[in-house]
C-alpha cells in the first residue's frame, strides 16, 4: 500500500466502533466490581448440596427500553434485566449465583452505558449473586442512532430434592399472589401503544408521570421466596411475565389441576385501570398480557396459606390468597368463568 493509500485508510472508529472508548468503559466497570474485564467469569459452587442442579435462565427488558430513553432514566432498567432472570430462577426452589449481560449499542457512550451497568450491580445486589461478567457490543450497522438492547443470563443452584415443580399441587390447595410494583417489564408494547400513542395520548407534566408509572423497576422476589421455601411446603411457584397470570400460572399445573383466580381479592394498580381504558383494552386481553398487579404465585397447602401470607408480610412482600385449585381440565380462570390460559 502506498503512502498516499494509507492516507485514505479507514479505521474501525470510521466505521463507527471507537475501542478507546470500549477500553474506558471496561476501565470504569472495573471501578464498578474488580470481577469484570476478564475473558471469563469465575464461580464458586457452593458445599452442602447431595445432588446439586444448576438451573439457567435468559431475559431481556423488551420494549421498557424505550420508555428509559424517553425519560432519560438508564439506572433502573438494570434492575429489571436481573429480575426477570432471577425470578425465574427462584420458580424451581434454586438460588441465584451468578449473572452476566449483553449490552449492545449503535454507539459506546460512557456515561449512558454506566448508568445500565449500575442497575444491573444494584439488581445483583437486591438478588444477593454476583455479576461475573459480561459483553458490550458497539454495532451501528445493527442499532439505529441512539438505539441499544439489553439481554442477561443467570445461574442458579437446588438441590434436587429440593425442586419446586407442581408435581404436588392437588385440589383444595391455595394460591397466594405477591404483589408485583407495577407493569414489571412485559407487555410494553400494547401498554406504550395504549397509554402513549393517538389524540388522547397524555403531554408536558401528564405524559412523564405515566411514563414514570411505567418506568417502576421490576420487584426482585430473591430474598422472601427464599426465605419462604426454607420453612413452608411450597408446592409451585410461578414468575408472572409475558403471557400474563393465565399464561404463566398454567405451566406450573400437573393434569386436573384447575386454578381459578378471584380479581376482588387484590388490589389492582392504576397503571392496568389506565391502560384498559385509554386503549381500549378487553378484559381478556389485559389478563393475557400483564401481570395486573401480581408478579409471583405460590401454591401451597390450604393448611399453610395464613402462615404463609403473615410470613411474606413480615418479609416487607404484600400477599394476599388470590385463589384456590380446584379438579378439572388443567387450565386457569378468572372468577371460574373467563378463561385466560
Known sequence: MSAADYAKAISYKDSGVDINEGDRFVADLKKINPAIGGFGGFLSIPTGYKSPKLVLSTDGVGSKILVAQELKILDTIGIDLVAMVVNDIITSGAKPL?????????KLTRQE????IRGIVAGCKQAGCELVGGETAEMPGVYPRGGFDLAGFGVGIVDKTRIIDGRRIKPGDAII???????HSNGFSLARKALLDGRKAPKGAKRRAMLELLLRPTAIYVEPIMRLIGK???KALAHITGGGLGGNL?????????????????ERHEIFTAIAQNGPVSEREMYNVFNMGIGMCVVVDRRDARETIKFLRRSMTHAEEIGEIKR???SVTIDGVMNVS
Request: proline share 5%; glycine share 6%; charged share 15%.
Open 98 to 106: 451468578a449473572f452476566l449481560d449483553y449490552y449492545a449499542t449503535h
Open 113 to 116: 452505558s454506566s448508568e445500565v
Open 177 to 183: 399472589g405477591i404483589a408485583s410494583s407495577g407493569v
Open 232 to 234: 413452608i411446603n411450597v
Open 250 to 266: 398454567v405451566r406450573v399445573l400437573p393434569k386436573s389441576a384447575h386454578a381459578v383466580l378471584y380479581p376482588s381479592r387484590w
Open 328 to 330: 378439572g381440565k388443567t
